[in-house]
């Protein structure tokens, strides 16, 4: 089970350059703590947030859509695809049914797979949109689980994230971390890794097979 942001696509920045501009544009706040408290909302709870914390002034069926499409446009024009990962997604999927649990709407997750070249590659995807909770909730995760037909106890997650490690954990999955090197996760949040990599080039079939065993254990 892949996460998006920050795993397969350096788009973190993105998310803040974005979500920062528009709020400016309509006269809203930003502070140095809003893109984290954002980190794996949902994307009803990160427009409520923008628009009762940040004073955005929005509808917001407008702020999600104008987020998304400026994100898209983005990824579309110029993806940051994070060396290795498609790499790393591809030794995987010749050995695993492979998922992603993203916080991304459905049309930046569609803009990114095709901007990785990896559209297809994953059986199923999920948007934190179409669950009840984004992270750390589990329900992201439990409902890739759900439409692998796998048990979570035997499923794997990559994540970057304080929010995404949290959310894999409760989900009863092994995590395989990579921290977020602009928005690390905290520390004592590591601890609930099985393996904890300094990038996605270490990740190789062995390290997931390791993982699992170690959960299974």
């Not at 920045?13 to 984290?36: C, K, M, S």
């Amino acid at each position: 089970m892949f996460d998006l942001d920050g795993v397969l696509i350096e788009s973190e920045q993105i998310w803040d350059t974005v979500r920062e501009g528009l709020a400016r544009e309509r006269g809203g706040r930003w502070g140095p703590g809003a893109h984290r408290a954002m980190m794996g909302m949902s994307t009803p709870e990160w427009v409520a947030y923008m628009r009762e914390e940040l004073g955005v002034d929005m509808a917001p069926g407008d702020l999600a859509a104008e987020v998304s499409r400026r994100i898209a446009d983005r990824l579309r024009h110029d993806p940051p695809v994070i060396p290795g990962a498609p790499e790393a997604v591809r030794a995987l999927a010749d050995r695993w049914p492979l998922g992603l649990a993203s916080s991304s709407s459905r049309p930046v997750i569609e803009a990114a797979l095709t901007a990785t070249g990896l559209a297809g590659v994953f059986r199923a995807t999920v948007s934190s949109e179409e669950v009840a909770r984004g992270k750390p909730a589990p329900d992201v995760f439990l409902r890739a689980a759900e439409l692998l037909g796998v048990p979570p106890a035997r499923a794997v997650a990559v994540e970057d994230s304080t929010a995404g490690i949290r959310a894999a954990h409760a989900a009863g999955m092994a995590v395989v971390a990579i921290p977020n090197r602009a928005y690390p996760p905290d520390a004592g949040v590591l601890a609930l890794a099985a393996e904890v990599l300094d990038g996605i080039g270490e990740l190789t079939p062995a390290v997931v097979g390791r993982a699992g065993a170690a959960a299974a254990e």
